[in-house]
């Protein structure tokens, strides 16, 4: 019998983690809100995250080395995600007010 091939997100390394009680149910609670699974709610984050981890990975690397612009990379890795953020927010409170504007009618 033949397997049913596998999804394209799925395909990839596998990480088994085991989390503290508070962490798990914090992520239970977000997956549950976004109508997913736990696994699957971690998997799309990281992925979404993937350049800034990546940023994160070459500044730690450039420490190791000793390269002294490691601070300077990590600086703006971490500059990034705020202004990431800052966009998010930006995006929820355009979201807010067109949600208002419809319960208003």
Same mark, same amino acid.
């Given at each position: 019998?033949?397997?049913?091939?596998?999804?394209?997100?799925?395909?990839? *390394?596998?990480?088994?983690?085991?989390?503290?009680?508070?962490?798990?149910?914090?992520?239970?609670?977000?997956?549950?809100?976004?109508?997913? *699974?736990?696994?699957?709610?971690?998997?799309?984050?990281? %992925?979404?995250?993937?350049?800034?981890?990546?940023?994160?990975?070459?500044?730690?690397?450039?420490? $190791?080395?000793?390269?002294?612009?490691?601070?300077?990379?990590?600086?703006?890795?971490?500059?990034?995600?705020?202004?990431?953020?800052?966009?998010?927010?930006?995006?929820?409170?355009?979201?807010?007010? %067109?949600? $208002?504007?419809?319960?208003?009618?």
């Amino acid at each position: 019998m033949a397997k049913a091939p596998t999804p394209r997100d799925r395909v990839g *390394g596998r990480v088994n983690l085991t989390l503290p009680p508070e962490v798990d149910m914090v992520l239970g609670r977000l997956a549950d809100a976004a109508g997913t *699974g736990k696994a699957s709610f971690v998997r799309e984050w990281l %992925v979404s995250m993937t350049p800034q981890l990546a940023q994160m990975a070459e500044a730690l690397e450039a420490a $190791r080395a000793g390269q002294m612009d490691s601070l300077s990379m990590m600086s703006k890795t971490l500059r990034g995600a705020v202004q990431g953020g800052q966009q998010a927010q930006l995006e929820l409170t355009k979201l807010r007010a %067109v949600v $208002r504007r419809k319960s208003a009618k």
